[in-house]
Structures are given as C-alpha cells and as structure tokens.
C-alpha cells in the first residue's frame, strides 16, 4: 500500500474483526494519545466493522474508572463519547503471568466468534485472514519485551493478521537497539512491527513528500547547487516537570534527535524513492541515512537549563527525580553533513530545546545567495516548514515594496493552513499513525535497518557525553539557549541579515 493512498483504502480489507488490545491502558500514553486517536478514527467512522478495543493493565480498574480515564482527554459531546466507549473494555491483568494471557486469548477469541457469526464470509475459507489483532504497546521499554513474548506464546495465531505497534524509545544506544531488535524479530516478522515515531504522523512532516516529488520548483532546487543550509529546529517552552527519572536517563539527543527529527531530516534528504511503496520510501530514508557521519563533539553544542531569571520556574536539576550531579542535556544543536552528490557541503543543523522561550518546530531551508545579481544583497530566499504549533509552509521572498522607490523587501509567500483549508481536518499524528496500522501501511514507520543507521549516527556522541562526563552549559529556563545558541547556524553558513 502505499503512502498517499492509504488514507483512502485503509478499510478495504473488510476485516471480520479487529481488535486492539492497547497494553499500558491505565498509563499516560494511552489515555492522552491512544484512545483519544481510537475515538477520532470512530467519530469519522473510518474504523472497521466490527472493532473492539481492550485496554489491558496490571491496575484493578472499575469499569467507571475506566471509562473516565480514557475519555479524560477527548473533547467531544457525550453521547458520542459513550457509544464509542461501548466498543472499550478493560481487563486487569498482569504482563508477565501465562494464566493472565490465556484470558486474553479467549477474550479475543470470543469477540472474533462473535464478529464472524454475523458474517456471511463465516462459510469463506479465507475467514481466519481476515481477522485483524493489533497490539498496541504503550508501556514503559522494561516490560515491553516480556509483554511481546508472552502474546506471541500465548495469544498469537498465525492464522490472523497480527500487527504489533511498538512506541519509542526503540533502546539507548546502536548496540541495545540491535540486542532489542533481534529479540523481538525471534518472534515476529517484521512485517509485522510498527515502530512509532509520532512525527511521521503529523501533517507537515507527511507534507514534505508531496511538497518535493509533487512540484516542479522545489526538487529542481533542492540540492547543493542551490540550498546553503538546512536547520531542522525543536523548540518547548517546559522543562522535563514530572518526567525527570524518564528524561535523566535519555537525554534531548535520544528524546527528540535521533528520532524525532532525524526522521524529518530523512524524509527532506532523500532521493525520490522507486514508488510510494513502504519499503521504497524506507528503502530511501535508509539510504540517505547511510551517507551520514557520526556526529561529532566538535561540531556540538549542549545546554541544560536552570532556573528561570525570575525564579519562578524550576531548574532541570531542582527536580527530585533527577541525579544532582546530572551532565543530561535538555539542550543540543549539531551540525549534520551527508556526504553525496546532492548534498555534500550543505550542513543540516538540528536544534533540540526544553524549557525554551517559545513552542516551534520548524524546518528552515536556505537558498544560496544568487551569484552575479544586479540587485544588492538584502536577504536570502528561505522556505519555511513549520510542523507546529501551527501548520504553515512559507517562501521568504525579496519584493520591490510599494511605492514611488524603488526599496526593496524582504515578505512571505504565505501558506498558512488555517487560513487556506479548514484545518480542523487534520488528524491527531496517533490517529493517523493507528489508521496506518490498521490499513497495513508501514510507510510512516521506523524500519530495523532505518532505526539502526540512526543509532550509528548519534551513538559516538552519546558515548563521549556520557564517558567523558561533558558538562552541558547552563541556559536560564525560558531563554533561548545556552550562550552560542544564536551564533550556532552562523557558523555553519547559515546568513542572518544585519
Ligand atoms: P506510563 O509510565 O504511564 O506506563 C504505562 C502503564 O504501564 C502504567 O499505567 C502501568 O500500568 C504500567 N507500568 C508502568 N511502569 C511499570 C513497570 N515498571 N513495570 C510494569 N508496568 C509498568 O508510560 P507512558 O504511558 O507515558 O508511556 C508508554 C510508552 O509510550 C513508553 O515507551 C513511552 O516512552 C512512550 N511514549 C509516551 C508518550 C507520552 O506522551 N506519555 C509520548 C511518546 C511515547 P499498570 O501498573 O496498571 O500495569
Ligand atoms: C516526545 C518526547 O516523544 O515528543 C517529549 O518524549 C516531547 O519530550 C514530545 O515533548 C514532543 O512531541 P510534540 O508532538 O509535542 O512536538
């Protein structure tokens, strides 16, 4: 299936059943992200027929808890809220007892019965295959792998289409990803596995493609004939508040860069793959990865943030849950060089931030300045992705500005999504990542060979923080950055008018 299309054909299978079992339902994950996801693929009725969701947790969760859980983040009138609620249950359980699986499995057996018997398709000998299990893992690394084994001993059958989605982070550096990987892949295809990274799900990052393989202009200057540099910039304006034991081990790198937005980097780096097939698109992001160096210290800049100026907000290490002599960045900007024809000699500069000013993720590509002009240099030309917080795509453009001079300006040819569609159509990232899962598309997914060039990438540098015991430099919560923040990109090519 492929990437443009699988919005539109995701049913087309005709599922006898589907069930989700969301593993973790009592956690954070699940009642912020999944099954307000779920309700949005029911409110415009792009799930299957005869769909079920289980909410499995080790939790003794009364059925009114429950409800009030997973529906604490949808925003919706009740009565819609209930009737999706009717296809929820909840099974307490715990993730490492057989006996608790094998109620599983007769729960999902029961409700495949029950599905099926309502179909015609019940005398087809092709019954079994079209029955759909996902198995949603929104639990904590720890338990992720006892879970995995003991459904595929116990719950699993071949005869179905089994889907496993799994959520990052996918191990902590290239060596536990590759251990992690090779677990998992004893026991399911990876044909099977749906490594989440959220960001392939939002709506700007699924933009890139269609905006460079779909207009003439854009991939006809995209390369180092024509783009000076690229940044890649992660901006939060909170700290890691109640996230810190999370955050200390992980860092911003591992966070936010070599998953999040070295996703984004792939996708604008690579060549236009062979079709809009999942493991062409993968094969290309795979590729560009391969043409990547490490990252290096040198070309490294770190921050971790204190208190705020005034007092009032937290520094990183005021929090309980983190070590006081922590060296954790929560900010890192790096200097990226993909060595091939198209792009050697244009860094890409990725920025990661928490507890900054402002709330932006941004791609900013800037075009080299025009060689020979007769017009006096003002500015550069620069196209503008904005993932968030708003979806906009804009071009700054040098025009004459009205009137009797002949001045020149620097404006925006502006697409600003708010103004131009109605951007209330687009999806929650999780809804269109499930919606993915459910049609069998693995284009917005992490592939093992994609995931382990990434690790490779960010690995060395991991190693030299943590082993050499770098010091991060301090940035007050709410600023900009650490001191180097605004002269980073600078000197990487990157041109700021005066
Ligand atoms: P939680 O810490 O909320 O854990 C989810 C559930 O797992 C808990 O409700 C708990 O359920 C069970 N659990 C927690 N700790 C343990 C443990 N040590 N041993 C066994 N079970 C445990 O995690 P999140 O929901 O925040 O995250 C789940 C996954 O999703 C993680 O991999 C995370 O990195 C990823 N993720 C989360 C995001 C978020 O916004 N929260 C965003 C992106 C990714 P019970 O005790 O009832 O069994
Ligand atoms: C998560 C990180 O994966 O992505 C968080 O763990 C980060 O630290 C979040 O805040 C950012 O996602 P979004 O969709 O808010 O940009």
């Known amino acids: 299936m492929s990437t443009f299309e699988s919005r539109d054909h995701a049913n087309e299978k005709h599922y006898v059943s589907t069930i989700v079992v969301v593993f973790g339902a009592s956690g954070d994950l699940a009642h912020k992200k999944t099954f307000p996801a779920l309700f949005q693929l029911f409110q415009a009725k792009l799930l299957p027929e005869n769909f079920r969701i289980i909410g499995y947790a080790r939790s003794l969760l009364e059925r009114d808890v429950f409800v009030k859980k997973a529906t604490s983040y949808i925003k919706a009138p009740a009565d819609q809220v209930a009737s999706f609620m009717e296809i929820c249950e909840y099974m307490h359980g715990s993730y490492d007892n057989a006996e608790d699986f094998v109620k599983l499995r007769e729960n999902i057996e029961a409700g495949e019965e029950k599905a099926s018997s309502h179909k015609m398709e019940r005398t087809s000998d092709n019954i079994l295959k079209n029955r759909l ?3 949603y893992m929104a639990l904590p690394p720890s338990v992720f792998l006892p879970v995995s084994e003991n459904v595929r001993k116990i719950v699993y059958n071949p005869e179905v289409e089994n889907h496993l989605v799994v959520e990052k982070p996918f191990g902590f550096d290239q060596e536990s990803s590759r251990v992690l990987n090779s677990q998992i892949s004893k026991d399911w295809l990876e044909a099977e596995i749906f490594r989440t990274d959220h960001y392939l799900g939002k709506e700007m990052v699924k933009n890139i493609m269609a905006l460079r393989f779909a207009n003439t202009f854009y991939e006809a200057v995209w390369n180092k004939e024509h783009i000076s540099n690229v940044q890649i910039t992660f901006r939060e304006p909170f700290g890691t508040e109640g996230r810190g034991g999370y955050f200390d081990q992980f860092g911003i790198i591992r966070d936010v860069m070599q998953n999040h937005l070295m996703q984004v980097l792939s996708i604008l780096a690579m060549e236009q793959p062979a079709s809009l097939n999942a493991e062409d698109v993968r094969d290309s992001k795979t590729a560009v990865l391969k043409c990547i160096p490490p990252i290096v210290l040198e070309e490294t800049l770190l921050g971790q943030y204190t208190k705020s100026v005034d007092g009032t907000k937290p520094g990183y290490l005021d929090d309980d849950t983190v070590n006081k002599e922590s060296n954790t960045p929560t900010f890192a900007e790096v200097a990226i060089h993909i060595d091939n024809d198209r792009w050697r000699g244009v860094p890409f500069i990725m920025k ?34 904005q993932i968030s917080p708003e979806d906009k795509i ?4 040098i025009v004459k500005e009205p009137g009797l001079s ?11 999504y708010s103004a131009v569609f109605d951007d209330s159509l687009i999806p929650e990232p999780y809804a269109s990542l499930l919606l993915d899962v459910i049609g069998t598309d693995h284009s917005n997914f992490v592939r093992a060979d994609e995931l382990d060039e990434a690790w490779r990438i960010f690995t060395p540098i991991l190693k030299r923080i943590e082993n050499e015991k770098i010091v991060p430099l301090p940035y007050p919560y709410g600023s900009r950055g650490p001191e180097g923040e605004s002269d980073f990109h600078i000197r990487f090519g990157h041109y700021k008018p005066r």
């Open 133 to 135: 299990r996902i198995y």
């Open 394 to 397: 804009y071009l700054k453009t």
């Open 352 to 385: 990661a931030a928490k507890a900054v000013d402002v709330a932006k993720v941004i791609v900013r590509i800037q075009f080299k300045d025009i060689e020979h002009s007769i017009i006096p240099k003002l500015a550069r030309n620069e196209l503008v992705i």
């Open 406 to 416: 002949s001045k020149l300006t620097l404006s925006d040819l502006n697409l600003s």
